[in-house]
């Protein structure tokens, strides 16, 4: 079956909430073992509760601890086997103001943005990690990392690093049989976009439904795309920036 994952082990960094939660539980029911990681074990323990199979493995970690994603890494492989999939869900967001943005505002989000997931990618296409058929690595990017965003230039510039790292790594690493590829969302319902929409105001929201012409997306649109990512059935698609938006960059 070209669409499944069975037998598969994925790795999902922010599998604690939101679109990284999904994308472990989709992933589960598509026939993957999954590893999740994510900050807080009890909301790692929720998702796995959630997930299809017995043999999810989780990791409550800092991303940003760099030098300890090695011994995850290695911890897993010894447990699962090597890693066939990767998706990088981790991300947080911050809405300042150029003028208010401090260096250290930038290095938090490119952090956990970006930096970790370029980490987790070189341990993860070592020999020794990487099965003899290759893997297929999902950025999860935004919109806004392409077309900008009044008020969002720290998050946006860590989302527009995913999107050239992705193209560079996708042809740094194809000789090893590894895809790389970019999802790039709208606003999706998830609890940051429900916290985003209580601190803005009813012309704000409006305004954001409005870039949307078939309304804000569910996590599952986002699982659903990078489950075809990480599937067989996208075997030569590599550097691509796929748009799950809802019409949002159409405009």
Same mark, same amino acid.
């Given at each position: =079956?070209?669409? !499944?994952?069975?037998?598969?082990?994925? $790795?999902?960094?922010?599998?604690?909430? &939101?679109?990284?939660?999904?994308? *472990?539980?989709?992933?589960?029911?598509?026939?993957?073992?999954? /590893?999740?990681i994510?900050?807080?074990?009890?909301?790692? #323990?929720? +998702?796995?509760?959630?997930?299809?199979?017995?043999?999810h493995?989780?990791?409550? #970690?800092? /991303? +940003?601890?760099?030098?300890?994603?090695?011994?995850?890494?290695?911890?897993s492989?010894?447990?699962?086997? @090597?890693?066939?999939?990767?998706?990088?869900s981790?991300?947080?967001?911050?809405?300042? @103001?150029?003028?208010?943005?401090? %260096?250290?505002?930038?290095?938090?989000?490119?952090a956990?943005?970006?930096?970790?997931?370029?980490?987790?990618?070189?341990i $993860?296409?070592? /020999?020794?990690?990487? %099965?003899?058929?290759?893997?297929?690595?999902?950025?999860?990017?935004?919109?806004?990392?392409?077309?900008?965003?009044? &008020?969002?230039?720290?998050?946006?510039?860590?989302?527009?690093?995913?999107?050239?790292?992705?193209? *560079? =790594?996708a042809?740094?690493?194809? @000789?090893?049989?590894?895809?790389?590829?970019?999802?790039l @969302?709208?606003?999706?319902e998830?609890?940051m976009?429900? #916290?985003?929409?209580?601190?803005?105001?009813?012309? !704000?929201?409006? !305004?954001?439904?409005k870039?949307? %012409?078939?309304? $804000?997306?569910? %996590?599952?649109?986002?699982?659903?795309?990078c489950?075809?990512? $990480?599937?067989?059935?996208?075997?030569? /698609?590599?550097?691509t920036?796929?748009?799950?938006?809802?019409?949002?960059?159409?405009?």
């Amino acid at each position: =079956m070209i669409y !499944s994952l069975e037998s598969l082990n994925i $790795l999902i960094t922010g599998a604690s909430s &939101g679109i990284g939660r999904q994308c *472990a539980i989709s992933c589960s029911k598509m026939g993957a073992r999954v /590893i999740l990681i994510g900050l807080e074990a009890d909301k790692l #323990q929720e +998702t796995v509760s959630q997930m299809d199979g017995s043999d999810h493995i989780y990791f409550a #970690q800092d /991303i +940003t601890e760099y030098e300890k994603l090695d011994s995850i890494i290695k911890e897993s492989v010894e447990k699962t086997g @090597p890693i066939h999939g990767f998706i990088h869900s981790a991300g947080i967001e911050m809405s300042r @103001p150029l003028k208010i943005l401090k %260096p250290e505002n930038f290095e938090k989000v490119i952090a956990v943005n970006a930096i970790a997931a370029f980490e987790i990618v070189r341990i $993860l296409s070592k /020999i020794k990690n990487l %099965p003899a058929e290759g893997a297929s690595y999902v950025l999860i990017s935004s919109v806004m990392g392409d077309l900008g965003d009044i &008020g969002n230039v720290a998050y946006c510039s860590s989302k527009g690093a995913l999107l050239s790292a992705g193209k *560079a =790594m996708a042809l740094e690493l194809a @000789p090893k049989k590894i895809r790389v590829n970019c999802v790039l @969302p709208g606003v999706v319902e998830t609890e940051m976009s429900k #916290q985003l929409f209580l601190t803005i105001s009813e012309e !704000s929201r409006n !305004s954001i439904l409005k870039m949307h %012409p078939l309304g $804000l997306g569910k %996590p599952e649109d986002i699982a659903n795309a990078c489950i075809f990512l $990480l599937s067989g059935a996208s075997r030569w /698609i590599t550097g691509t920036n796929f748009y799950i938006d809802g019409g949002y960059s159409a405009h």
